[in-house]
């Protein structure tokens, strides 16, 4: 007889009708009900537990188990064809490759198949093929790995995953591997309030994703590509659009044409508001409408800094909103003339506001920006 699981096991074999009591499972959770979370993983369970653990050659002590905690964590949400699928984060991959796969075969019209079909079976295979090789590139446990969880769900990511994508050839995991997700661009704002009042606004920038991508040999920090803030030729776009004239041609000695804007805001003479972000040429605006959000339309700082934003920069001749942005108005805004274009985040915009006595610091939610007070 198995001594391991006794409880399990009974000298004759199990027939139909036959009770199983298990006692050291009801005394388990006996313990469980009358101590909470400490009825598992301390006294006697914890006990047992490390006991088989030596038994069995297990690693796991009384103090492991003391010290693990259990994580309260926000589930994935999102839409699916007028449903709103609510389901598994990190640390499992479930939720997150469950949207890129819903959201990959929608793009190529599965709704338009029939189960079971050749082109169904195909295109959900060359989905999960995708979604899985992203899977096991970038997912892992958040508490150790940054994982770009809002960028492997973006459309626009999921549209180049599937662009090598050809319902008439059989795909390989050869040849596709992880999608590419480019390092965010290089420029960085924060906002510091002392206790005696005195309030910094900084942004810095290396420009585009690792600056210029040299690292000066045996002083570790990065060559910037503050170049391309230059006009490098009259009426040609920078790597943000934006096209200059003379004004910002280069020639020595000069400094280049930069859109950042750290603010401070005074009132009475004092620190009102500290705000800034990155975003190349959207840094202006976003700075801008978060002022006004918040002194002309009396919003929260909150609402100020993550409302759906938008940017008008002269050329392109084009106003670039948020996703999120009010349908209506886009909508309203086309029947008079304008050409909307929808992007990604516009700024990741710091706050803080100092109102009353009370010290009110927001970071944007478009990020991984933080907000600490000491
Ligand atoms: O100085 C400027 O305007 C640019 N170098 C800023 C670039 C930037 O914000 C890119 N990062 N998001």
């Known amino acids: 007889m198995n001594k391991v699981a006794p409880v399990f096991v009974k000298e004759t074999p199990w027939k139909t009708g036959d009770t199983l009591v298990q006692k050291d499972l009801a005394n388990t959770i006996k313990r469980i009900r009358d101590l909470g979370a400490k009825g598992f993983y301390e006294g006697e369970t914890a006990k047992l537990i490390a006991e088989q653990m ?12 003391k010290n693990y905690k259990a994580k309260n964590r926000a589930p994935i949400v999102f839409d699916y064809k007028g449903t709103t699928v609510v389901s598994m984060p990190l640390p499992s991959s479930g939720g997150i490759i469950l949207e890129q796969m819903l959201k990959m075969s929608a793009m190529e019209h599965i709704g338009t198949m029939k189960y079971g079909t050749l082109a169904s079976v195909q295109l959900m295979s060359e989905v999960e093929r995708r979604a899985f090789a992203d899977r096991a590139k970038f997912l892992g446990d958040p508490d150790f790995v940054k ?3 809002k960028t492997l769900v973006n459309d626009e990511y999921l549209k180049k995953r599937m662009s090598d994508y050809d319902p008439t050839k059989a795909g390989n995991s050869k040849d596709i591997k992880e999608g590419y997700i480019q390092e965010g661009e290089e420029t960085t704002h924060f906002d510091v309030l002392d206790n005696e009042g005195n309030a910094v606004s900084t942004t810095t920038t290396l420009n585009g994703s690792f600056g210029s991508g040299i690292v000066v040999a045996g002083a570790g920090f990065l060559l910037n590509y503050e170049m391309d803030d230059f006009s490098v030729k009259p009426g040609v776009p920078n790597m943000f659009g934006t096209v200059g004239q003379e004004a910002n041609a280069i020639a020595p000695g000069k400094r280049m044409l930069s859109s950042m804007t750290p603010t401070i805001v005074l009132k009475d003479n004092k620190p009102y508001i500290v705000v800034g972000t990155p975003g190349g040429t959207t840094i202006p605006t976003s700075v801008y409408q978060t002022i006004v959000d918040i002194i002309d339309f009396k919003l929260s700082p909150e609402d100020a800094v993550n409302f759906p934003k938008f940017h008008q920069q002269w050329l392109p001749d084009v106003i670039y909103v948020e996703k999120t942005f009010n349908k209506d108005v886009v909508a309203k805004l086309e029947a008079m003339g304008y050409k909307i274009e929808e992007r990604g985040s516009i700024g990741r915009t710091e706050v ?18 933080g907000a600490v007070g000491y």
Do not use: F, N, Q
């Not at 506001?353 to 009110?360: E, L, Y």
């Not at 610091?361 to 990020?367: E, F, L, N, S």
């Open 54 to 65: 030596k038994k069995d050659h297990g690693i796991i002590t009384e103090d492991d188990l």
């Open 147 to 149: 994982v770009p969880v």
């Open 352 to 369: 803080i506001m100092i109102k009353d006595g009370t010290i009110t610091a927001v970071a944007d939610h478009r990020g991984d920006d």
